[in-house]
């Protein structure tokens, strides 16, 4: 197999495929485009040799579908040579077969036990700091040749403790400096972190382990499913466009609860494709709708379109009031919502330059939070709160090389 066809490759590519390591780390901050030259590599690697087989495995199996799988089927999808050496690709089962007798599968396990079944010649722990050590020790064990692993360095895990300086492994350390095809727009956000929070920009602007601390929202816990008998309170929605994601939820109550299911998250989307959008993931067009009252001119327009739809009302200290309200309920968030538990993960409130926390949150990644936020204000009222006042604890559930002296080459 060629890399020269539609697969740019990267500097983090060839380190991947060039690397001897038993284990190959790779410790990247956001866009670093670490899971996408992996991926390369495994293809590589199924074509080069029969028989082989590589197991991509996930926290589960909605975040493995938003992210390692979607990569996975971008660079198929985008190699001619790549297609006509896959024999098939089974979507239920979300296995690549290769004429040759190569496979690539993706798959989640529950735990340790559930591990022991099946061997293979490459693992690659997509997100590790979502898989627990019993399962990666499992799989570990029943792996021949070589194992590769990624994560964004929020704050020290088992790779850490019981992996990196030890021998056998490489820890490769990388940002989205590497990734050439990052958008400017993108790389500007992500620097911006730097006057923002400092922690937050060391972990995902320089791929640095960091200890996120002071998170907005720590009440939340991860679901299966929405329950049947639960009450829809209304749907949040957040414009963007070009470089911002829209995003849309639905919130719903039961026994003093809150839960919220991610329904969309998606750029470049205009007003029409956001109403075909709505109608495709089965949105009644008798949901209440709270969208951002910045955007009148887009409310009005889906508002033709049959949506019931408003503008929040924000009014003075919004954020701090929305936010106090979110803070009173158990929020559960659904498995399959898998960009509302990523930007959970990093909002957090701002640190001015002397270290003094500020009443008010980092304003970045919040396509999802800010539409919980307008729903929370305006559909979930102060006095009916009482009983769902929540008592809950503040809590959620060898050797290296960074890349940057590699940049010129």
Excluded at 63 to 86: F, M, P, Q, W
Excluded at 113 to 138: C, H, M
Excluded at 139 to 161: C, G, M, Q, S
Excluded at 257 to 263: A, F, G, Q, S
Aim: aromatic share 8%; with cysteine; charged share 25%.
């Amino acid at each position: 197999m060629t890399n020269d066809e539609n697969h740019e490759a990267t500097i983090l590519f060839k380190h991947n495929y060039s690397s001897t390591a038993h284990i190959v780390v790779n410790q990247g901050g956001t866009s670093s485009g670490k899971t996408y030259a992996i991926e390369q590599v495994l293809f590589c690697l199924a074509c080069e040799t029969e028989k082989q087989v590589i197991t991509v495995v996930g926290q589960d199996i909605p975040n493995l579908k938003a992210g390692a799988l979607r990569d996975a089927l971008a660079i198929y999808n985008n190699s001619e040579t790549l297609r006509s050496a896959v024999k098939d690709y089974n979507k239920s089962e979300r296995i690549f077969e290769f004429h040759n007798g190569s496979l690539i599968e993706f798959k989640s396990y529950d735990n340790g036990q559930d591990a022991k079944s099946g061997k293979r010649d490459y693992l690659f722990v997509n997100e590790a700091n979502g898989v627990e050590w019993p399962i990666y020790t499992e799989l570990a064990l029943r792996t021949k040749k070589r194992i590769f692993i990624d994560y964004n360095p929020n704050t020290e895990f088992w790779v850490h403790d019981q992996l990196i300086g030890k021998p056998g492994v490489e820890l490769i350390i990388s940002d989205h400096r590497h990734n050439p095809f990052l958008d400017q727009h993108t790389r500007d956000k992500i620097e911006m972190l730097r006057d923002i929070d400092k922690e937050l920009w060391k972990v995902y602007a320089r791929g640095i382990t960091g200890k996120i601390t002071g998170l907005v929202l720590n009440n939340w816990f991860l679901c299966n499913e929405i329950p049947k008998d639960a009450a829809l309170v209304a749907a949040g929605l957040d414009f963007g466009f070009t470089n911002d994601e829209t995003g849309f939820i639905q919130i719903y109550r039961q026994n003093g609860e809150l839960w919220v299911d991610e329904l969309i998250y998606q750029t470049g989307l205009t007003n029409s494709d956001i109403s075909a959008k709505m109608v495709e993931v089965g949105v009644s067009k008798t949901t209440p709708i709270v969208a951002d009252s910045a955007e009148p001119k887009s409310i009005e327009d889906l508002r033709r379109l049959g949506w019931r739809i408003t503008g929040a009302k924000k009014g003075p200290d919004s954020v701090k009031n929305s936010i106090d309200i979110l803070r009173r309920f158990k929020i559960n968030i659904t498995r399959r919502s898998v960009n509302l538990r990523k930007e959970l993960a990093r909002y957090k409130w701002r640190v001015d330059q002397s270290g003094k926390v500020l009443n008010e949150p980092v304003d970045s990644w919040n396509h999802l939070i800010d539409p919980l936020r307008y729903v929370a204000l305006n559909k979930l009222k102060i006095n009916k709160l009482a009983a769902a006042t929540s008592r809950l604890p503040h809590q959620v559930n060898a050797h290296g090389y960074t890349l940057d002296n590699l940049l010129s080459i």
